[in-house]
């Protein structure tokens, strides 16, 4: 395959992660070109598509999606949007590259998965970027190595920067369950993708949610909102070689690292820390102890994508994603995290959400 065409489905220029992160991304890999974009309306699609130098605007994703010079559709709207989208791009016949979370809801996300599955020529990628990351590709890789021995616990404490008390215009709608899009599906999804990727999946799980900021202020207003989506959410577990694993994500700014991650061996221990944000954005710090030595910094590892090395850091992980879905189809690989493995991530999410039911 030649150069493959991206369409990009909520691609504004002025606000939104379409524009200021997808865009770029696409923009980074040297095997994609942005080719054509579509927005709620023809004029803000027109303007999109003078400021990124395209010909191809579009009102609707649909027309976007049908037409012959497009190879791939990329959606970045909000999550409660995102199934028409996917549907009419695989009726299309389309490779799609879709924001997590896939669907609003675990039996969209299963929907959205088995109407992909039925058509196995069609290459799917969900945006669980961080498994992407050189960073926690570092930590697979040591895991895996046997540096540690084996694996007895892992805990992943996380700063939920959404959670804060106060909430911009564009962002209110995810304070409502029914939408889909909260720190319980985005951000723990998020975080559990790439412990999961490093560590393996986590059986006999249970898990325990609550909402502690109910009340957010609009930012630049004295408007105050109520919250109904969880901001505390805790979960423990076996990992697949029998140690425990625990995760918690918890509302408002941290005092130190925005997230802290030890993994125990029986060998040494490996801890990793997120400075200034979550894991799936920015560079990381890579420790490791072994037995009765203090913690020594691991040599941080190359960036493999060169020209997405300069982006914003939201844009960078996302970059490798897009580089991943090329490759997929340049070589008829499957690198990229499938439909499929969004069904799989967004199982534990529903899990969890049904826990904190069943326990009131």
Not at 127 to 156: E, K
Not at 214 to 242: H, T, Y
Not at 274 to 284: K, V
Not at 332 to 351: N, Y
Request: glycine share 10%; proline share 7%; hydrophobic share 45%.
């Amino acid at each position: 395959m030649s150069i493959i065409r991206v369409g990009l489905v909520g691609a504004n220029p002025d606000y939104g992660w379409g524009g200021s992160v997808h865009a770029p991304a696409i923009g980074a890999v040297p095997a994609l070109a942005l080719a054509g974009v579509a927005t709620r309306s023809k004029a803000t699609a027109q303007a999109a598509a003078q400021a990124f130098g395209l010909d191809l605007a579009f009102d609707n994703a649909r027309s976007l999606a049908e037409h012959p010079d497009i190879d791939v559709v990329a959606i970045a709207v909000r999550a409660p949007e995102h199934r028409p989208i996917v549907e009419a791009a695989l009726a299309a016949g389309k490779h799609v590259f879709c924001e997590w979370p896939l669907g609003k809801t675990y039996a969209e996300t299963q929907a959205l998965a088995a109407l992909a599955d039925g058509q196995p020529a069609i290459h799917t990628a969900i945006g669980l970027q961080g498994r992407f990351s050189p960073w926690i590709r570092q930590v697979r890789d040591i895991v895996q190595s046997g540096a540690l021995g084996a694996v007895q616990s892992a805990t992943l404490i996380a700063s939920d920067l959404f959670s804060t008390g106060t909430v911009r215009a564009s962002n209110a709608y995810m304070l409502d369950p029914a939408n889909g899009a909260n720190p319980l599906t985005i951000h723990v999804g998020h975080f559990l993708d790439a412990f999961c990727f490093a560590l393996g999946e986590i059986s006999s799980l249970t898990a325990r949610a609550a909402t502690t900021v109910s009340r957010v202020k609009l930012s630049g207003s004295e408007k105050v909102l109520q919250s109904n989506v969880p901001d505390q959410i805790a979960l423990s577990g076996l990992l697949e070689g029998g140690g425990v694993a625990v995760f918690q994500l918890r509302a408002g700014y941290p005092t130190g690292p925005a997230a802290i991650w030890e993994i125990q061996g029986s060998e040494a221990q490996l801890r990793v820390t997120s400075p200034d944000g979550y894991l799936h954005w920015h560079p990381l710090v890579v420790e490791l102890a072994r037995k009765g030595q203090p913690f020594e910094p691991v040599p941080a590892p190359e960036f493999p994508l060169p020209g997405a090395a300069g982006l914003p850091p939201a844009a960078r992980h996302v970059a490798l994603a897009y580089k991943a879905l090329a490759d997929d189809l340049q070589t008829g690989g499957r690198q990229s995290a499938s439909f499929a493995e969004a069904a799989t991530r967004h199982a534990t999410i529903a899990k969890i959400a049904e826990d904190s039911l069943a326990q009131g």
